[in-house]
């Protein structure tokens, strides 16, 4: 069975750090894109960043672009969201999903999914 896991979400005070990690199971990432979602209470999902199978990486458009850094370790068939100097604003459910190969901007060419990992910032 192919399965994603979010975790190291929580709770955060504004400015801190959160590094989200999501671990594949039942498949290996080589050959996979991941993707970072999040959905705030009452808002539409947002695609925070993707790494294509390679390793390249892609940054969406939005408020945290210079604060979150994705990465890989195919090794350890996890994939990772780190987040620097958060804000309230950043406080949503984060999601990872893949798909083979590349990056889409087509949420419904994702296969797998995670259940999500909630991340809270407030003081």
């Known amino acids: 069975q192919l399965h994603l896991a979010e975790s190291g979400g929580g709770l955060v005070q504004p400015g801190g750090s959160l590094r989200l990690s999501c671990a594949a199971s039942g498949f290996t990432l080589d050959d996979y894109a991941i993707a970072w979602f999040r959905q705030a209470p009452g808002k539409e999902r947002e695609r925070v960043s993707c790494t294509h199978y390679s390793g390249d990486t892609t940054i969406y458009a939005y408020s945290g672009k210079d604060r979150f850094t994705i990465s890989r370790d195919n090794a350890k068939n996890t994939v990772y969201l780190q987040m620097d100097s958060l804000e309230p604003e950043d406080t949503a459910v984060y999601y990872c999903?893949?798909?083979?190969?590349?990056?889409?901007?087509?949420?419904?060419?994702?296969?797998?999914w995670g259940q999500g990992t909630p991340v809270t910032v407030s003081s």
């Open positions: 999903a893949a798909r083979m190969y590349l990056c889409s901007l087509r949420d419904h060419e994702y296969d797998i």
